[in-house]
């Protein structure tokens, strides 16, 4: 599955259509809070959210699962040199992976409110991810993931994969404009699956066969989820799943958790991904409504 870009300047996944257009932060493993306006002359390239993951991406991000791919690689030469990281803030920690703070453990330049160890925890959407042990947790202002076992990409061995992560984002971030969970889900597993295991990496799906489609419980929301096999030209073949379930926060606000597995000896099992599913919770604070856990 594919991971996650190098640090710099890319879209801000929160941003939600209101003011103007703004560009946020990424340091390699999580989004920060540093903003700026992006130059003029510069052409913006969509971006992925997710693991994406892979991201994550969370990123994120997680994430998902592409679910973590964070940028495409679309467009010619010129743009890719347009959009090259710049220098980071001052004041943003830039760390690899397996750098302190994954885990969950919450370094102190990764936390934030409601953060709690052993999840990572994406603030807008009110949620925590379970972090598994051996797995690296990401928290952020927009999305949170968590991934296990990285290594190099099948299709291109500059880029970095994980056998396995989630990540998690607002709907609205990933510009999915369903109302219902159902809808969500159902609309962006083929979103996920191909920012997962498509383009050069995997060398695209060559077909896919669906595992499950049912409603689910998350965080005492109620959701929906769409879980994918998938056939790949190149690399591993893996598992993509699409959970979209309202916010503690907000019933307006539908959350989208993207995961994806490698099907590989060396990547976690499958129950893993519903040990995951069944251990989000309401982040701290997220609400303490009618079907809200804290």
């Not at 953060?115 to 990572?120: C, L």
Request: hydrophobic fraction near 30%; aromatic fraction near 6%.
């Amino acid at each position: 599955m594919t991971q996650m870009t190098p640090p710099g300047w890319h879209p801000d996944p929160g941003y939600t259509g209101i003011g103007p257009v703004h560009e946020r932060w990424w340091d390699g493993t999580r989004w920060t809070d540093q903003l700026r306006v992006p130059p003029a002359t510069i052409r913006r390239r969509r971006m992925r959210v997710g693991l994406g993951i892979t991201a994550a991406v969370v990123v994120l991000a997680v994430a998902g699962g592409g679910v973590f791919l964070l940028s495409d690689n679309s467009g010619d030469d010129n743009e890719r040199a347009a959009t090259a990281p710049s220098a980071p803030p001052s004041d943003s920690p830039r760390r690899g992976p397996g750098a302190p703070g994954g885990g969950g453990s919450g370094a102190p330049e990764q936390r934030i409110p409601g953060a709690e160890d052993g999840y990572a925890t994406d603030l807008t959407s009110g949620i925590n991810l379970p972090v598994p042990d051996g797995w690296k947790g990401t928290s952020g202002v927009t999305g949170a993931g968590v991934t296990t076992g990285e290594y190099p990409c099948p299709g291109d061995t500059s880029e970095q994969c994980v056998r396995g992560g989630v990540s998690s984002a607002p709907a609205k971030a990933l510009k999915l404009d369903t109302t219902t969970a159902k809808a969500t889900a159902e609309k962006d597993i083929s979103a996920n699956a191909t920012e997962s295991y498509g383009e050069k990496i995997y060398g695209g799906i060559t077909s896919h066969q669906e595992l499950k489609s049912e409603p689910v419980t998350v965080a005492g929301e109620q959701g929906y989820l769409v879980r994918w096999k998938v056939v790949t030209k190149n690399g591993d073949d893996g598992y993509v799943q699409s959970l979209a379930f309202p916010s503690p926060r907000s019933k307006d606000l539908l959350v989208v958790v993207r995961s994806g597995f490698d099907i590989n000896s060396k990547a976690p099992a499958l129950s893993v991904m519903d040990d995951i599913t069944k251990g989000i919770k309401a982040a701290s604070g997220a609400g303490s409504g009618p079907g809200t856990t804290a």
